[in-house]
């Protein structure tokens, strides 16, 4: 009867081998992703710093090239009267 028992057991292990891995890499990710969060937020937090300086300096480029181009046309319009 045990022995029986034992390869009932054997064979429910080996049945639900695919079930205890995908069980562990599940427990596997979610600690991951719990460590991992917080420094995808900080590096999310930083790529937005970073992206919203440069669309800062891209339009005070362009305002700066927007003065540029009307001082040349002031300067051309004086030149053709």
């Known amino acids: 009867m045990e022995l029986v028992l034992g390869i009932i ?3 429910a292990t080996i049945a639900l081998m695919p079930v205890i891995f995908l069980v562990g890499m599940l427990v596997v990710a979610i600690v991951l ?5 917080p420094f995808a937020w900080i590096i ?7 992206t919203k300086k440069e669309i800062a ?3 005070r480029a362009f305002e700066e090239m927007k ?7 002031k300067n ?6």
């Open 67 to 73: 003065k540029r181009v009307e001082e040349v046309n």
């Open 33 to 37: 992703g719990i460590v991992m969060m």
């Open 9 to 11: 057991a054997i064979i």
């Open 76 to 81: 051309f319009r004086e030149r053709m009267q």
């Open 57 to 59: 300096r891209k339009r």
């Open 44 to 50: 999310g937090i930083a790529e937005t710093i970073k």
